[in-house]
């Protein structure tokens, strides 16, 4: 059983960044792909970006170039890190980790408890 847990969500202003964080235990993290999602009020959970077991990542169209997704596996760690932030990008964050590649969220298997982004304009 792994266990996620994201930190570093906060409140900003448009154009400022942040980075968050999701530390994983209780498993062999270099095992799995690990992804992040976001869900803002009234919509959707949606892909954001993932990071494979060798480090490929790949990202939703409306980040690409402000976001950036690495992983450190010394440290059991994934990060997002997230420039040029737009109102719109206001949702929870929550790291997920799963066998595949894939940006459906139901194919990840563990997920965190979410970590809020609010970017205020």
């Known amino acids: 059983q792994v266990q996620l847990v994201e930190s570093g969500g906060g409140l900003v202003q448009a154009g400022e960044s942040l980075r968050l964080s999701c530390a994983a235990s209780g498993g062999t993290f270099t095992s799995y792909v690990m992804g992040w999602f976001r869900q803002a009020p009234g919509k959707e959970r949606e892909f954001v970006a993932l990071?494979?077991?060798?480090?490929?990542?790949y990202y939703t169209d409306s980040v690409k170039g402000r976001f950036t997704i690495s992983r450190d596996n010394a440290k059991n760690t994934v990060y997002l890190q997230m420039n040029s932030l737009k109102p719109e990008d206001t949702a929870v964050y929550s790291c997920?980790?799963?066998?595949?590649?894939?940006?459906?969220?139901?194919?990840?298997?563990?997920w965190g408890q979410g970590t809020q982004v609010t970017v205020s304009s």
């Open positions: 990071i494979s077991r060798s480090g490929t990542t």
């Open positions: 997920a980790a799963g066998r595949f590649a894939t940006v459906g969220d139901r194919r990840y298997d563990y």
